[in-house]
C-alpha cells in the first residue's frame, strides 16, 4: 500500500504541473487587465507602466508563467490587482465563510441521502420508494438559481422574515457569541435549502441504484441460501458493498464541495470562496484567479488519491500493485 500511494502522488506531481501550465495560457488569452488604465485619460501612464512592469505584463506570457510558478512553489500567491491586498489573506478570509455553509449542508445531505436511497432500495417500488424519487427527479431538475430566487421571493419579500442577502447584519461584529450566532443563522437558511436539497436528491439516486445492482449479485442470494440472518445479510453483504461507489463519488465531491456553492454565494451575497473568484474572473484580477485554480487543483489531485485509497479499503478484494 505505501508503494501505491508512493507512485500516486510521483504521477500527482507533473500533472499538477500540467494542470497548472494549460490553465495560465488559457487564462492569458482574456487579455490585458491594464486596458482599462491604459484608457483613461484621468490616470497617470507612468503609474500604470509600473503597475504592468511590477506584475509582469511586460514580458512574453512563457516568461510569466515561470515566473508565477516560482513564487507560487516560495508560498507567495501575489497582490490582488483590483483590491491591491494580498491574494493569501483574501483566501483566508474567505475560506472560513465557505466551509462553515458547505461542511454542514454536505454532511447533511451525504448521511441523510444514503440513508433515504438505502430504505428506497429494500422498499423498491413502494409509497416510500415512489415518493422519494419523485423528489429526487425534482431535485435534479431544478436549477438552484432559480430555487434560491423563488426563496428569496418567498421569505424574504412575501413573508418578510429572513433576509434576502449578505453574511451578517451591520454592527453585530461585538454582539456576544450566541447573538452573533443567531444573526448568521438568519442569513445562512436559506443557502442552506439550495445545497442541502440539490446534494441530497444525488444522494439518494446514487445509494439507491448502488444498493439495488448489491441486492441482484449472486453472493447476496448464496448467503441467504447458507441461512445467515437477514440483517447480517443487508448490512455485511450489501450495504458495505454499495458503499463503494458511494465512497468514489464522496471524494469526487470534494472540489465541487466548494466550488458548486459558489453561484448561490453570488447570489446570497456572501462573501465566500465563490464570490471571490467570480469576482476574480469578471475584474481580470489574474492573481486571485489563478490562485484560486491552485487551490482546486491541489484539492482534485487529493480527492483522487483518497477515492483510490477508501476503494480499496473498503472492497477487500481489491489489491494495491
Given at each position: 500500500?505505501?508503494n ?6 510521483l504521477i500527482?506531481?507533473?500533472e499538477?504541473f ?8 488559457l487564462y492569458?488569452l482574456m487579455?490585458d487587465p ?5 484608457a483613461?485619460?484621468y ?6 507602466s509600473?503597475l ?5 505584463f511586460?514580458?512574453?506570457?512563457y516568461i510569466?508563467?515561470f ?10 500567491f501575489?497582490i ?5 491586498e494580498?491574494v493569501?489573506d483574501?483566501?483566508k478570509?474567505a475560506m472560513?465563510?465557505?466551509?462553515s455553509i458547505?461542511i ?7 448521511v441523510?441521502?444514503v440513508?433515504?436511497?438505502y430504505?428506497?432500495a429494500?422498499k423498491q417500488?413502494s409509497f416510500?420508494?415512489?415518493?422519494f424519487t419523485i423528489i429526487?427527479y425534482?431535485?435534479l431538475?431544478?436549477?438552484?438559481f432559480w430555487?434560491?430566487l423563488?426563496l428569496?421571493?418567498?421569505f424574504s ?5 429572513l433576509?434576502?442577502?449578505?453574511w451578517?447584519?451591520?454592527g ?6 450566541l447573538a452573533?450566532f443567531?444573526?448568521?443563522l438568519?442569513y445562512i437558511i436559506?443557502?442552506?435549502?439550495v ?8 444522494w439518494?439516486r ?13 453472493y447476496?442470494r448464496t ?5 445467515l440472518?437477514?440483517?447480517k ?7 458495505r458493498n454499495?458503499?463503494n ?10 472540489p ?8 448561490i454565494?453570488?447570489i446570497f ?5 465563490g464570490?471571490?473568484?467570480?469576482g ?5 484580477d489574474?492573481m486571485?484567479?489563478m490562485?484560486s485554480?491552485?487551490?482546486?487543483s ?7 488519491l483518497l ?6 479499503l473498503?472492497d477487500p478484494?481489491?489489491?494495491?500493485s
Amino acid at each position: 500500500m505505501r508503494n501505491y500511494i508512493r507512485k500516486r502522488i510521483l504521477i500527482m506531481i507533473p500533472e499538477f504541473f500540467l494542470i497548472t501550465l494549460i490553465s495560465f495560457f488559457l487564462y492569458s488569452l482574456m487579455g490585458d487587465p491594464f486596458a482599462e488604465l491604459r484608457a483613461s485619460p484621468y490616470i497617470d501612464q507612468n503609474y500604470v507602466s509600473q503597475l504592468i512592469k511590477s506584475f509582469g505584463f511586460d514580458k512574453p506570457v512563457y516568461i510569466r508563467y515561470f515566473m508565477w510558478l516560482s513564487q507560487i512553489l516560495r508560498g507567495n500567491f501575489g497582490i490582488s490587482a483590483v483590491t491591491g491586498e494580498k491574494v493569501i489573506d483574501l483566501i483566508k478570509r474567505a475560506m472560513p465563510i465557505t466551509l462553515s455553509i458547505n461542511i454542514f449542508t454536505f454532511t447533511f445531505s451525504l448521511v441523510i441521502g444514503v440513508l433515504i436511497g438505502y430504505v428506497s432500495a429494500l422498499k423498491q417500488y413502494s409509497f416510500i420508494d415512489n415518493f422519494f424519487t419523485i423528489i429526487s427527479y425534482i431535485g435534479l431538475a431544478m436549477p438552484s438559481f432559480w430555487l434560491s430566487l423563488m426563496l428569496m421571493i418567498l421569505f424574504s419579500v412575501k413573508l418578510h422574515i429572513l433576509p434576502p442577502g449578505g453574511w451578517m447584519t451591520p454592527g453585530m461584529e461585538s454582539a456576544p457569541i450566541l447573538a452573533r450566532f443567531l444573526d448568521r443563522l438568519k442569513y445562512i437558511i436559506m443557502p442552506f435549502i439550495v445545497l442541502g436539497f440539490g446534494g441530497l436528491t444525488g444522494w439518494v439516486r446514487y445509494t439507491r441504484s448502488s444498493v439495488l445492482e448489491m441486492l441482484r449479485k449472486d453472493y447476496v442470494r448464496t448467503a441467504r441460501a447458507k441461512g445467515l440472518p437477514e440483517n447480517k445479510v443487508l448490512w455485511k453483504h450489501v450495504f458495505r458493498n454499495s458503499l463503494n461507489p458511494i465512497a468514489t463519488l464522496f471524494f469526487l465531491s470534494l472540489p465541487g464541495f466548494f466550488s458548486g456553492s459558489a453561484i448561490i454565494e453570488q447570489i446570497f451575497s456572501i462573501p465566500g470562496m465563490g464570490s471571490l473568484i467570480i469576482g476574480a474572473v469578471m475584474n481580470n484580477d489574474y492573481m486571485v484567479a489563478m490562485a484560486s485554480l491552485i487551490f482546486y487543483s491541489s484539492l482534485l489531485l487529493l480527492s483522487l488519491l483518497l477515492a483510490d485509497i477508501a476503494y480499496a479499503l473498503l472492497d477487500p478484494r481489491i489489491r494495491f500493485s
